[in-house]
Each structure stands twice: as C-alpha cells, then as structure tokens.
C-alpha cells in the first residue's frame, strides 16, 4: 500500500507554475518530517520544503519567494505551489515523511 503518492509534476515554460501535491496514509502524515526533495541526476537529493505539523515552514534558499508549502491536514495532502519556475528547477520531485518516500514526479521547465 503506498503511503505517499504525488501528482502534479508536467512541463511548463520558464516563469510558470505548476502545483504538485501528495496525498498521505493518516500515519505517514502525521510524522514530523514531512517534506519535498528534489534530485538531479548523479547528484544528492536535496529537501525543497518542509512543514511542521504546526505549519512551520523551511525553505531552501534557492526557492524561497517562489515555492509554498501548505498542507490540508483533513485530506492529509501536501502541496508545493512552485511559481516563477526556471529552467534548473527541471528535476523530479519527491514527497517524504521520514522514511516514507513516494514514487516521484517529474517537473520540466522549458526556457
């Protein structure tokens, strides 16, 4: 059973957005550490985002003013509201609760 399944990824001109979001079991969302990570190819996967289950939010610097990370706690989904997307942002996109990861989705931003 997946724990966490993500949607939303696509193609986009550079300066659009997309919205991804990951719908959660009711455990795996209760877990402190969830969060968004991105990873390119041959490289580390790094966090994006993170909220708390208070709704404190982190951002890595590379997005912050760009990216939002909301979570709707009744559907347990989180979302990422990415805007003003650049070409390096291109990558997939990974929603995660602690050791829970989901299946990934792809995000292309075309100059």
């Known amino acids: 059973q997946d724990q966490l399944v993500e949607s939303g990824g696509g193609s986009v001109q550079a300066g659009g957005s997309l919205r991804l979001s990951c719908r959660a079991s009711e455990y795996t969302f209760s877990r402190s550490c969830i969060a968004w990570y991105r990873q390119v190819p041959g490289k580390e996967r790094e966090m994006v985002s993170s909220?708390?289950?208070?709704?404190?939010?982190r951002y890595q610097d590379s997005v912050k003013g760009r990216f939002t990370i909301s979570r709707d706690n009744a559907k347990t989904t989180l979302f990422l509201q990415m805007n003003s997307l650049k070409t390096e942002d291109t990558t997939m996109y990974y929603c995660?609760?602690?050791?829970?990861w989901g299946q990934g989705t792809q995000v292309t931003v075309s100059s």
């Open positions: 995660s609760a602690c050791e829970y």
């Open positions: 909220i708390s289950i208070s709704g404190s939010t």
